[in-house]
């Protein structure tokens, strides 16, 4: 995928503008994300590290959990920005986690310098696990309101 996604230069300037806030006392790798929602709005995340590396919660999975909180199911895009090198696509854990909601999303990851790299979350995940593997009718997901 080469072409730019749906809104990326609002959402290059969000997932920048959230750098500010990554807690990398660390690492001192501070990376921001801006997820776009199928109503326009842009939910934005920030890594979260802590001294027991397992529970660092990365900048993809935080905008996630920020969208989900406020109701938002379906997805059009998705940018990563880095305030160093190096700029990488998603990790396999957050590839998960999107995948949930947005099986083909569009992401771009941007250094300092601007785009790096583009892809749909399909090319990045191909055969990730989902309710069909589990048996589950989604189209009627039980205690989720929201979907």
């Avoid at 590839?95 to 947005?102: I, M, P």
């Avoid at 995940?125 to 189209?139: E, I, Q, S």
């Amino acid at each position: 995928m080469t072409e730019p996604i749906p809104e990326e230069d609002r959402l290059v300037e969000a997932a920048r503008a959230v750098l500010a806030q990554a807690h990398a006392p660390y690492s001192g790798y501070a990376v921001g994300a801006a997820l776009l929602d199928a109503d326009g709005r842009i939910h934005v995340g920030c890594n979260v590290e802590n001294a027991s590396f397992g529970l660092t919660i990365c900048a993809e999975r935080t905008a996630v959990a920020h969208a989900v909180t406020l109701g938002a199911r379906t997805f059009q895009g998705l940018v990563i920005a880095f305030a160093k090198e190096p700029v990488v696509p998603p990790c396999g854990a957050c590839r998960q986690v999107l995948a949930e909601f947005a099986p083909d999303l569009p992401v771009a990851w941007v250094g300092s310098g601007g785009v790096v790299g583009r892809a749909r979350l399909g090319e990045l995940l191909p055969g990730a696990f989902d309710g069909g593997f589990l048996a589950v009718d989604r189209t009627r997901p039980s205690g989720d309101p929201g979907a």
